[in-house]
């Protein structure tokens, strides 16, 4: 019994180390529980969380998508989605409105959305396609034709690819369908406008280039026949007359040089010489030809030449006299009674701290308005723009002064007030030294020079290729003089015939001939030297041809050398000198230079009747083996164009109607027979338009005035006076 407590001790013992264990292990797993509770809430508020930027997330999505589609359809754009596998398209219902249909979005068939295509674009379209499947390209934009209810309609697609699969391939396009028909009608219309413009300016430049040939060609009869008067027996009176008509005849050609001086320059192919030349002399020269008009008004009048100024100045002479005489002729014509011009020329350094020259011509004229000054420099502006202007003039002038000074690396400014006169200030480089040449003189000028040059050509035969007879006439006075024999062609195929006959030195030879042409004719003689070895023929063309281009496609048809109709007989003595001299192997001397415009103040009135002889006689001084020699050469023509017009229109040849109508109008011209003149310009003109309705009624009163101009031909050539 004595070991019953200690056993119940043990026991007590025990049980209570197994309390305390338990004890222990309950508060473990309270921690524990208090660990998971803690871990519990916080996943509680981790889910909470993101459920609310879940919410967040997509409540931007939405409002991104709402950003988008209102983006979308602003833009009017159909969206597209092509799940290659399915060849299904989704579309927007944006696409079913751009057709003309129920404006829904839906699926469409791949091969439906391929026949609406163009057929002229399709073949487009599937290689853009090909690329993005192939992986060419990973965008594509493309612009084709769709059709719809009403017609063809442009669209612009972007598309891209979406989706690859795991090696890499393509399985889903997605990309807009934009309606372009707008922007494609305004392409189209601006198309048409540039092509407008372009056929316009077309036809200005063949305006330009007939108007030119049709100008010059009795132009050049009329200065050619002044000159030959000048060099005649002359009282005063005569003399001023021929002056007067010299005047006019240059004030006519300065006319003509600033329409195409204008047109060449608005198409960029106007070019400036950089020669040098005596500075002093050009601006005294220029100076001189406006000091006795302004003393005669009068004016008032100075010119001023600085010291410091050089005497040789590098540029363009030509056109700086150009310049010069449309600012003094402005100048005089805008100054009254009783003001002043001044000239003064000085040097001024540039903003590089190169030397310029400084030219300025102040008036005290009726001035410029500051609105009129924003323009003046304008084509075809005027101060006075009115009908009731006081000053006339074409409005070319200061236009084509402003351009050609910035062409020659300067600049022309304007300080004026209305009631104090103008001042324009001309800056120009003066550039560094190099040869140069003469410019043009007028004609007592240039007859001065052509009796001084004497018999230089003597012992030379030249060949004239001219179908005009006046002009023949006039070339080969001029050429005799200058000691030529010389030799005529009135076409390309006689030229090229009375070349083959050997023993000419030089071929003057016109452009525009019947049958074949001037250009046509030394390209033939250029065949034939080298096929015989023979020597180079210098060729130079004379010719009423004077728009951009003419030149170069004289030169490169094979002629050694060009002058313009009027001819002027120094160019005309420069172009030969320089086409002999390297036709005997010697190097060229020639720099050409450009005329020198001069102003008139008087026109020759029209003729009346069919011939004015007595008109013509005066031309002549008197001459009457030149007026029989006109006499026979206009009868014979008269009746061969007559001929050859009324074989053209029963052919309906217009070509040969329009040469020969243009033929007979320029010697008709030259004679003085200015109705019968204008009738063949008439032809002329109806044979352009080939309106041979117009054409057949106008031959009547033709050969009516040319029977009246035989009459008045046969007259003269028998020694008696023409009936009335």
């Given at each position: ?605 029209a003729a009346a009747g069919a011939l004015d002889v007595d008109k013509l006689r005066r031309r002549l001084d008197g001459d009457e083996e030149t007026l029989r020699q006109l006499a026979l050469a206009m009868r014979t023509d008269l009746a061969e164009r007559l001929q050859q017009l009324g074989m053209a229109l029963q052919r309906r040849d217009a070509d040969h109607a ?67």
């Open positions: 019994m004595s070991d019953i407590p200690q056993r119940l001790a043990l026991d007590l013992q025990r049980t209570r180390q197994e309390l305390q264990r338990e004890r222990e292990r309950t508060q473990k797993l309270m921690a524990e529980l208090d660990r998971q509770n803690a871990e519990l809430d916080r996943l509680r508020s981790s889910v909470h969380r993101e459920s609310n930027s879940r919410l967040l997330a997509e409540e931007a999505l939405d409002e991104t998508r709402d950003h988008l589609q209102l983006a979308v359809d602003a833009a009017r754009l159909a969206l597209w989605d092509w799940q290659l596998a399915t060849q299904q398209v989704f579309l927007t219902a944006r696409w079913g409105e751009m057709l003309g249909d129920i404006a829904m979005e839906g699926y469409w068939s791949s091969a439906d959305l391929q026949e609406r295509i163009h057929p002229e674009d399709r073949d487009r379209i599937d290689a853009l396609n090909h690329d993005l499947l192939s992986g060419v390209q990973q965008h594509a934009v493309s612009q084709y034709r769709v059709r719809t209810a009403d017609g063809w309609l442009w669209v612009e697609s972007h598309g891209m690819v979406a989706e690859h699969d795991a090696q890499g391939r393509p399985l889903r396009l997605m990309g807009t369908l934009a309606d372009i028909s707008e922007r494609k009608l305004a392409e189209n219309e601006s198309e048409q406008a540039r092509a407008s413009a372009e056929q316009a300016s077309r036809a200005k430049s063949e305006f330009l280039a007939n108007i030119s040939h049709e100008v010059r060609t009795p132009l050049n009869a009329l200065m050619g026949l002044t000159r030959l008067l000048m060099d005649s027996p002359l009282n005063p009176e005569q003399k001023n007359w021929l002056e007067l008509m010299d005047s006019s005849a240059h004030a006519l050609l300065s006319l003509l040089n600033d329409v195409l001086d204008l047109s060449r320059i608005e198409a960029g192919k106007l070019s400036v010489e950089q020669v040098r030349f005596d500075l002093h002399q050009a601006l005294r020269e220029v100076g001189a030809l406006y000091a006795e008009q302004a003393r005669a008004k009068p004016l008032g009048w100075s010119m001023e030449l600085s010291p410091a100024l050089p005497a040789q100045m590098q540029g363009d002479p030509g056109r700086l006299r150009q310049v010069l005489t449309n600012l003094l002729s402005n100048a005089l014509k805008f100054t009254p009674r009783g003001g002043r011009i001044q000239i003064t020329a000085d040097l001024a350094n540039s903003v590089g701290g190169a030397r310029q020259l400084r030219l300025q011509v102040q008036d005290s004229g009726v001035g410029i308005s500051p609105k009129q000054q924003a323009t003046i420099f304008d084509a075809f502006t005027q101060a006075d723009a009115s009908t009731a202007r006081r000053y006339g003039g074409s409005g070319l002038g200061l236009a084509i002064c402003s351009r050609l000074v910035k062409l020659m690396g300067g600049r022309l400014e304007l300080q004026s007030a209305l009631g104090q006169g103008s001042t324009f200030t001309v800056s120009l480089p003066l550039g560094e030294a190099s040869p140069s040449d003469h410019a043009p003189m007028t004609a007592p000028a240039e007859l001065d020079e052509l009796a001084q040059a004497g018999q230089r050509f003597a012992g030379k035969c030249a060949l004239v290729a001219e179908d005009h007879p006046v002009n023949e006439l006039l070339m080969t006075q001029m050429l005799q003089r200058l000691g030529f024999t010389v030799r005529h062609a009135r076409d390309g195929q006689q030229a090229v015939a009375q070349w083959s006959e050997g023993d000419v030195d030089i071929v003057l030879m016109d452009v525009q001939m019947p049958g074949t042409s001037g250009l046509e004719a030394t390209r033939l003689i250029r065949d034939q030297e080298i096929r015989r070895s023979l020597p180079h023929t210098p060729i130079v063309a004379v010719t009423a041809n004077a728009m951009n281009g003419d030149r170069e496609a004289c030169l490169a048809a094979g002629m050694d050398g060009y002058t313009p109709k009027p001819v002027s007989p120094l160019a005309l003595i420069r172009e030969m000198d320089d086409a002999l001299l390297r036709a005997s192997g010697m190097p060229s001397r020639l720099l050409a230079s450009e005329p020198v415009p001069t102003t008139a103040k008087h026109h020759t009135p329009v040469a020969h109508a243009h033929g007979l109008k320029g010697s008709l011209g030259s004679m003085t027979a200015e109705r019968g003149a204008r009738l063949a310009k008439g032809l002329e003109l109806a044979a352009r338009a080939k309106d041979w309705s117009l054409f057949e009624r106008a031959m009547p009163l033709m050969q009516a005035e040319a029977r009246s101009l035989d009459a008045a031909l046969g007259a003269l050539l028998n020694g008696r006076p023409p009936a009335a």
